[in-house]
C-alpha cells in the first residue's frame, strides 16, 4: 500500500546474509548485514534525524516552523534535510571542507542551508579530525544562537539513540530469527550502538557488543590518540566521553585501520553487490576479525551505515 509522506519509508530495511563473504574468507560463523543505505536519505541517520525531531515536538523543544541546525558528516545532515523539509522547518547544515562534497550537495538539493567550515590547518584534506569537528560545533552553536534555532545535538539528543533502540534493535534481531549473539558498530556520535544494543539486549540480555574505532584513534577504548585523521568518515573522532553510550555495556572494543576498511567496502560491492561507504566496510572488516577470533562460529549482526554513491570523489572507489 502507498504511503502518505517519504517519512514513513525511514526504516524497517532488508538485511542480507554475508555468507558469501565469510566463506571466502574460510571462516565458520554469520554475518547479517542491515541495509540502512536503503533509507530514502540512503543512511541509517535518517532513523535518529526523525526520532530527535519527533521527540523534541512532542516535547515541546522545537517550535512548529522552527529552524533546526546541526552540524554534520553529511548524513545526519541528508537526514534532517528530509524530516524538516517535510514538517516545515528550514534546516541548516554545518559541515567541515574535509567530508565528501557529493553529502554537500545532496543536503542541497534537498531544500537544506549547507554552512561548509574550513579544516585546521594541520588536518589532512579529505580525513575530519576531531578538531575539525570542534571547529564545525562552534560555528553550528553560533548559528543557533543567532537564528533562536533548535539545535538536533546528534550527540546527546535521546531521540537519537531512542530511534535504534525502538527500531534498528528489534529490526536486526527479527532479521536474524533470533539467533544474533553479538552487534559490532563504528562509533560516531555512539547513538546506533547504544540504541541498537538496548533494542537487542531487551530481547536477549546476554548479546554482545564490540565498538569499532579508527586504528590509532581509539579514545573510547582508553588508548592514546596517536592518529586522529582518517580516511573514514561519519565516525572515528577520537571523543573519549560519548554521552549516549553512558551506562551502555560493551563486550569489547576494536579497531580498523583505513586501508582494511576501504577493502572490505570493496569485497562488499563485488562480493555481495552491496555498494556501501567507509563506516560500513569499517564494520564488516571488525566482524570478520570477531568471526575468526573470539566469535568463531557465532551470528553477527552490522549496519550497512551509508551508500557508497556518496564517496565517489574520494580514494574509496579509485
Given at each position: 500500500?502507498?504511503?502518505?509522506?517519504?517519512?514513513?519509508?525511514i526504516?524497517?530495511?532488508?538485511?542480507?546474509?554475508?555468507?558469501?563473504?565469510?566463506?571466502?574468507?574460510?571462516?565458520r560463523?554469520?554475518?547479517?548485514a542491515?541495509?540502512?543505505?536503503?533509507?530514502?536519505?540512503?543512511?541509517?541517520?535518517?532513523r535518529?534525524?526523525?526520532?530527535?525531531?519527533?521527540?523534541?515536538?512532542?516535547?515541546?523543544?522545537?517550535?512548529?516552523?522552527?529552524?533546526?541546525?546541526?552540524?554534520?558528516?553529511?548524513?545526519?545532515g541528508?537526514?534532517?534535510?528530509?524530516?524538516?523539509?517535510?514538517?516545515?522547518?528550514?534546516?541548516v547544515?554545518?559541515?567541515s571542507?574535509?567530508?565528501?562534497?557529493?553529502?554537500?550537495?545532496?543536503?542541497a538539493?534537498?531544500?537544506?542551508?549547507v554552512?561548509?567550515?574550513?579544516?585546521?590547518?594541520?588536518?589532512?584534506?579529505?580525513?575530519?579530525?576531531?578538531?575539525?569537528?570542534?571547529?564545525?560545533?562552534?560555528?553550528?552553536r553560533?548559528?543557533?544562537?543567532?537564528?533562536?534555532?533548535?539545535?538536533?545535538?546528534?550527540?546527546?539528543?535521546?531521540?537519537?539513540?531512542?530511534?535504534?533502540?525502538?527500531?534498528t534493535?528489534?529490526?536486526?534481531w527479527?532479521?536474524?530469527g533470533?539467533t544474533?549473539?553479538?552487534?559490532?558498530?563504528?562509533?560516531?556520535?555512539?547513538?546506533?550502538?547504544?540504541?541498537t544494543?538496548?533494542?537487542?539486549?531487551?530481547?536477549?540480555?546476554?548479546?554482545?557488543?564490540?565498538?569499532v574505532?579508527p586504528?590509532?584513534?581509539?579514545?573510547?577504548?582508553?588508548?592514546?590518540?596517536?592518529?586522529?585523521?582518517h580516511?573514514i568518515?561519519?565516525?572515528?573522532?577520537?571523543?573519549?566521553?560519548?554521552?549516549?553510550?553512558?551506562?551502555?555495556?560493551v563486550?569489547?572494543?576494536?579497531?580498523?585501520?583505513?586501508?582494511?576498511?576501504?577493502?572490505?567496502?570493496?569485497?562488499?560491492?563485488?562480493?555481495?553487490?552491496i555498494f556501501?561507504?567507509?563506516?560500513?566496510g569499517?564494520?564488516?572488516?571488525?566482524?570478520?576479525?570477531?568471526?575468526?577470533?573470539?566469535?568463531?562460529?557465532?551470528?553477527?549482526?552490522?549496519?550497512?551505515?551509508?551508500?557508497?554513491?556518496?564517496?565517489?570523489?574520494?580514494?574509496?572507489?579509485?
Amino acid at each position: 500500500m502507498a504511503k502518505q509522506s517519504i517519512l514513513e519509508v525511514i526504516g524497517a530495511t532488508p538485511a542480507v546474509w554475508l555468507d558469501r563473504l565469510v566463506a571466502q574468507h574460510g571462516l565458520r560463523g554469520r554475518l547479517l548485514a542491515k541495509l540502512d543505505y536503503l533509507n530514502p536519505g540512503f543512511s541509517k541517520k535518517d532513523r535518529a534525524a526523525l526520532g530527535i525531531i519527533r521527540a523534541a515536538a512532542t516535547s515541546g523543544a522545537l517550535q512548529p516552523g522552527q529552524t533546526v541546525v546541526e552540524l554534520t558528516s553529511g548524513n545526519m545532515g541528508t537526514g534532517l534535510a528530509i524530516v524538516c523539509g517535510q514538517l516545515g522547518h528550514p534546516f541548516v547544515a554545518v559541515m567541515s571542507r574535509g567530508n565528501s562534497m557529493e553529502r554537500a550537495r545532496m543536503m542541497a538539493g534537498l531544500g537544506a542551508e549547507v554552512v561548509l567550515v574550513d579544516q585546521c590547518e594541520e588536518s589532512v584534506p579529505g580525513q575530519v579530525s576531531g578538531a575539525d569537528l570542534a571547529e564545525v560545533d562552534r560555528m553550528a552553536r553560533r548559528i543557533t544562537a543567532e537564528r533562536g534555532a533548535f539545535r538536533a545535538d546528534q550527540f546527546n539528543h535521546p531521540g537519537n539513540a531512542g530511534a535504534h533502540r525502538d527500531t534498528t534493535g528489534p529490526e536486526l534481531w527479527a532479521d536474524s530469527g533470533g539467533t544474533l549473539d553479538a552487534f559490532v558498530d563504528f562509533a560516531g556520535s555512539g547513538g546506533t550502538f547504544a540504541g541498537t544494543m538496548m533494542g537487542l539486549r531487551g530481547l536477549n540480555p546476554d548479546l554482545r557488543g564490540y565498538v569499532v574505532e579508527p586504528q590509532g584513534a581509539a579514545a573510547l577504548a582508553g588508548q592514546v590518540v596517536e592518529k586522529p585523521d582518517h580516511p573514514i568518515q561519519g565516525g572515528g573522532y577520537a571523543m573519549a566521553d560519548l554521552s549516549l553510550m553512558k551506562g551502555v555495556p560493551v563486550s569489547g572494543y576494536l579497531t580498523v585501520s583505513g586501508s582494511a576498511a576501504r577493502d572490505a567496502t570493496r569485497a562488499l560491492a563485488v562480493t555481495e553487490g552491496i555498494f556501501a561507504g567507509f563506516s560500513a566496510g569499517a564494520n564488516v572488516a571488525a566482524a570478520l576479525e570477531l568471526l575468526a577470533g573470539a566469535e568463531a562460529g557465532r551470528t553477527i549482526g552490522v549496519i550497512i551505515c551509508d551508500s557508497g554513491l556518496k564517496y565517489l570523489s574520494t580514494d574509496l572507489w579509485d
